[in-house]
């Protein structure tokens, strides 16, 4: 039977919803369910979306495999193996809410709420299964705060402090540019709605170039791949704009009236000659002229930059620099010109009503950074200190650390295969005076180093409102079926836990869908006038809803920016204050630093780790066709490089670092540049060789901004693997 004729077949009922995951993309689906089983029987993409128009990635459209995946977890399970064995046995919910509710109480008593430690991240990115029900129990308590800085919050920064928000082009207006510059993004890979909408550029004649130090599926399919070294596009940023800057290429009149410190950069970018950025990027110098040239003199030139090149130590310092670029050629005066990295501010969604930062009641517990979880979980008062959040370099460490953590509530997170510094991390949640609670939909490497293992659902089983941060349309999820076997909504399981702690707060007795019609209903709280269209009613009728702005879209066409000085700020004395150098300059990536320090040596390799194409972070992992496309935990090498150590595709090889040794399979291939290594992931470390993944060799140090994490910056060495006789 055809899509077409489900609406009209009285067995069906068809329901609109929105993906959950972490991608740009944020879908509208629809899923086919069987009235009389109550079993969906399809799912596709929303032909009336602008954005997902009618198609899901390769993923989502076998998400009902996942949902009916037979490993979902379906009832409570309390551990009866030794920690991380994995073993565990049925029980009941009131049982498990009991014990939980027990061990808590005792750990506060003992040591105070902030022993308690959340953990989550965007397994969903709803709002109320995200972080609405969570944090209103979280702040009850009086529990660790978390900064969820594990993706992005370096390249947020960057951005901020050059252009005020986080704010971008619409991504539908890519289809009028004549120059797309994908940099430091594998649009089909992480992005791929958006590659209809290039492609038809292309068709209209856009000359479409990947900045990347992969030849990825996306540098195949496009005109041009520029192989850069990675962790040196802030010093691309700097030649471009020397280029722009020395041959005049510059909208002056723009400038002048949308910017600040144009003087101040004229002069900092004077001696950034591409003569300069050529072996630090591996771009030649005549190369890098031409594409400042093609970058102005094309026109209008849209940049999609994304958080890939963000992931190292300087990613915040490059991310800055990049957002001048449209700013010096004056693109954001162009439908089709200008800058996306995130839509997310155009968001403008009062939250507290959702999560109710009130009930910390005049407390203020301190904040563990995620990225520092191997630290957060130590008994050494060093390693907790270490763990609170350090935004910048001004900020100092706590006097205090506070008390160690025991107890550990993971949500929408498999910190053990995704958080860095594995080996700490896993020697944390091995400690047998910790007590940790997951929720998940699977036995992730995570929840085998549970105590007490909740089974959530999925996206096609709850209530949800999904804000995306690569375009413009806000989406409501209805949940299409009933939860499989006993599980919960995470937004019922910290319900449950709340009432099991005695929490009388009414907040703690409201429903799902009266949460969310009364996120969208006050207008007290949605005062941003572009939700003044998107009432509760409207989403559950159409399922998603543009923002209520103008359309093109041009957020900075009249040059006013909301940064202290309502301009572009080229000088930002932010960042002075915040203690950065207040111009674009270049920060050297930690492998650079640790090539400097070692002296020149060409036995250290540069180790990034992007998104396999068939995996979402861990996501989807466990489900047999994916593994398969993927065909087991590889490393990408040249063949330079791979030679200099007699590696031949198939191999098998050790990266090492002195966090320890990772077992891949290496495939030889000039599709990565010279001295850079990769490692597709994130591969669950149970089927990792030795079951370890390349995250037991990412450092746990801080990006220059936002505190992030620099996955993407790992020095490593590499040998063939000894094999034993
Ligand atoms: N299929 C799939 N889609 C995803 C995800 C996934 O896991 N799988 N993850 C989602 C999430 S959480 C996020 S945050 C986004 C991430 O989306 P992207 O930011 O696009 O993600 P990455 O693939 O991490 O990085 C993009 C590209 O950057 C390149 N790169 C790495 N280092 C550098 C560098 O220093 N300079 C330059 N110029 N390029 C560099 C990589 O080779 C990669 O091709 O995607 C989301 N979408
Ligand atoms: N080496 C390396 N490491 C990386 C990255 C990389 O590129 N390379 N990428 C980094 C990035 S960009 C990110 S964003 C992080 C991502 O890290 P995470 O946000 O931890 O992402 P996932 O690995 O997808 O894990 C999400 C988990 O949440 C569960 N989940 C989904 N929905 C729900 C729900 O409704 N309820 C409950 N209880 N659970 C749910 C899923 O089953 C899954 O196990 O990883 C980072 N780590
Ligand atoms: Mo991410």
């Known amino acids: ?33 069987e009235r009389e089983s109550g079993k969906a029987i399809d799912i596709w993409g ?9 198609k899901l990635c390769g993923k989502v459209d076998h998400y009902l495999e996942r949902t ?4 979902r977890l379906t009832t409570p399970l309390r551990r009866v193996g030794r920690k991380g064995e994995g073993r565990f046995e049925p029980i009941t919910w009131d049982a498990a809410l009991a014990e939980i509710a027990t061990r808590t109480r005792a750990a ?16 969903t990115m709803g709002l109320l299964q995200g972080e609405g029900m969570a944090q209103r129990f979280f702040h009850r308590l009086g529990a660790t705060r978390l900064a969820r800085t594990i993706c992005a919050t370096a390249g947020m920064q960057g951005l901020t402090y050059t252009q005020g928000r986080r704010l971008g082009m619409d991504p539908l207006d890519f289809e009028h540019s004549k120059l797309i510059w994908l940099w430091g993004s594998n649009t089909l890979t992480s992005n791929m ?4 909408i290039i492609a038809k550029a292309s068709k209209q004649g856009a000359r479409v170039v990947v900045i990347d130090p992969v030849r990825t599926r996306t540098a195949k399919a496009a005109d041009e791949w520029v192989g850069i070294r990675p962790g040196s596009d802030g010093a691309l940023a700097l030649a471009l704009m020397h280029v722009l800057i020395g041959e005049d290429l510059v909208d002056h009149e723009y400038v002048e009236r949308a910017s600040v410190g144009f003087a101040a950069l004229a002069e900092r970018v004077a001696d950034w000659t591409p003569e300069r950025a050529e072996p630090i990027t591996g771009i030649a110098a005549a190369r890098i002229r031409e594409l400042a040239r093609e970058y102005a003199g094309t026109r209008p030139a849209a940049i999609r930059i994304n958080y890939g090149l963000q992931r190292h130590r300087g990613g915040g310092m490059a991310v800055r620099n990049i957002a001048c670029l449209p700013v010096l050629t004056g693109s954001w005066r162009e439908r089709g010109g200008g800058l996306q990295l995130s839509s997310s501010g155009a968001f403008n969604l009062a939250l507290a009503g959702l999560e109710r930062p009130d009930l910390l009641a005049g407390r203020t517990p301190r904040t563990f950074n995620m990225i520092r979880l191997g630290d957060a979980l130590s008994r050494d008062a060093e390693d907790l200190r270490r763990a609170h959040l350090r935004e910048r370099p001004i900020d100092p460490l706590p006097e205090q650390p506070g008390p160690p953590v025991h107890v550990l509530f993971v949500y929408n997170s498999n910190p053990a295969a995704v958080a860095p510094d594995q080996g700490k991390v896993v020697a944390g949640l091995a400690r047998e005076d910790l007590f940790t609670v997951v929720l998940e939909h699977f036995q992730t490497d995570t929840a085998d180093w549970a105590d007490i293992v909740l089974p959530a659902t999925t996206q096609l089983e709850h209530w949800d409102i999904v804000k995306p941060y690569g375009h413009l349309y806000l989406g409501l999820n209805r949940p299409a ?7 919960r909504p995470n937004s019922e399981i910290f319900r449950n836990l709340a009432q099991a702690l005695g929490f009388d707060d009414p907040c703690f007795g409201e429903s799902d869908e009266s949460i969310l019609a009364q996120l969208m209903h006050d207008q007290q709280a949605q005062r941003d006038p572009a939700f003044r269209t998107i009432t509760w009613e409207a989403l559950l009728e159409h399922g998603f809803m543009r923002l209520d702005v103008p359309t093109p879209y041009l957020p900075f066409a009249a040059g006013e920016f909301p940064t202290p000085s309502g301009k572009a700020e080229l000088y930002s004395a932010t960042m002075l204050a915040d203690g950065y150098d207040p111009l674009p300059t270049y920060e050297p990536c930690e492998v650079e630093r640790t090539r400097a320090e070692q002296g020149a040596s060409d036995d250290l390799l540069h180790c990034i780790s992007p998104p396999a194409h068939s995996f979402l972070n861990s996501t989807f992992v466990n489900v047999g ?15 330079d490089d791979a030679a200099a150590r007699a590696i031949v595709s198939g191999c098998e090889v050790e990266v090492e670092n002195e966090r320890g040794v990772v077992c891949l399979r290496a495939r030889v291939s000039d599709e990565v540049v010279r001295g850079t290594v990769v490692a597709p992931s994130i591969w669950w470390n149970k089927y990792s060789p030795g079951g370890r993944n390349i995250n037991w060799l990412s450092p746990p140090d801080e990006t220059d901004m936002g505190a992030g994490a620099i996955f993407f910056d790992v020095p490593v060495r590499v040998r063939m693997r000894e094999v034993e006789a």
């Open 68 to 71: 009916y995946h037979v490993d």
């Open 193 to 196: 709605h958006l590659w209809p």
């Open 1 to 33: 039977m055809s899509r077409e004729h489900y609406a009209s077949d009285p067995r069906l009922r068809v329901v609109t919803g929105t993906c959950p995951h972490d991608c740009p993309d944020t879908c509208a689906w629809q899923v086919a369910v």
């Open 625 to 639: 066709k994916f593994a398969m496309r993927e065909k087991g935990p590889q490393l990408l090498m040249h063949p």
């Open 108 to 123: 506060v008593a003992e040591h105070g709420p902030e022993t308690v430690l959340q953990y989550s991240y965007a397994g």
């Open 46 to 54: 929303h032909a009336e979306h602008p954005f997902t128009a009618g």
């Open 481 to 487: 079926i009933a939860p499989v076997g006993e599980s």
